[in-house]
């Protein structure tokens, strides 16, 4: 069932998304400005993350501890990739072996590596403040 929310409801959103995914390997897909990174930085502080989550478009991996200063997950992405072997490149495997959160932008570019337990994201712009997103445990 899709969830839609605007950003003052965005935390709601986020909740239930937790709730309903089966894995920590979250794959976000939508058109650009569609609110992935911001879907992740709020994910990123429903969790427990330290400090502000940010697109790493130009280091293509963030890293994000608990307060503790244990490792959360990383978030990945994707876009500026121009052939998907680059992922491999830079470690994707090991990222992928480690038990933490996995956010994914774009996770097109590197479709033929993504792990078969995963979770599919899709967000859809309704109009300029509303998100439309649905969720698929694969």
Same mark, same amino acid.
């Given at each position: 069932?899709?969830?839609?929310?605007?950003?003052?409801?965005i935390?709601?959103?986020?909740?239930?998304?937790?709730?309903?995914?089966?894995?920590k390997?979250?794959?976000f897909?939508?058109?650009?400005?569609?609110?992935k990174?911001?879907?992740?930085?709020t994910?990123?502080?429903?969790?427990? %993350?330290q400090?502000?989550?940010?697109?790493?478009?130009?280091? =293509?991996?963030? +890293?994000?501890?608990f307060e503790?200063? #244990?490792? /959360?997950?990383?978030?990945?992405?994707?876009?500026r990739?121009?052939?998907?072997?680059?992922?491999?490149?830079? %470690?994707?495997?090991d990222?992928?072996?480690?038990?933490?959160? =996995?956010?994914? +932008?774009?996770?097109?570019?590197?479709? #033929?590596? /993504?792990?078969?337990k995963?979770?599919?994201?899709?967000?859809?712009i309704?109009?300029?403040?509303?998100?439309?997103?649905?969720?698929?445990?694969?």
């Amino acid at each position: 069932m899709p969830i839609q929310y605007n950003q003052t409801e965005i935390a709601i959103a986020v909740k239930q998304l937790l709730e309903k995914s089966t894995t920590k390997i979250l794959c976000f897909y939508g058109q650009m400005g569609a609110g992935k990174t911001t879907l992740i930085k709020t994910m990123v502080q429903e969790l427990g %993350g330290q400090g502000s989550a940010n697109s790493p478009t130009f280091g =293509i991996v963030n +890293e994000y501890h608990f307060e503790d200063g #244990s490792l /959360l997950g990383y978030h990945f992405d994707f876009y500026r990739l121009n052939d998907e072997t680059e992922a491999l490149d830079f %470690g994707l495997e090991d990222y992928l072996a480690q038990d933490c959160w =996995i956010f994914m +932008e774009w996770p097109e570019k590197i479709e #033929s590596f /993504l792990p078969e337990k995963r979770t599919d994201i899709q967000i859809k712009i309704l109009d300029p403040q509303t998100r439309q997103i649905e969720l698929h445990n694969i």
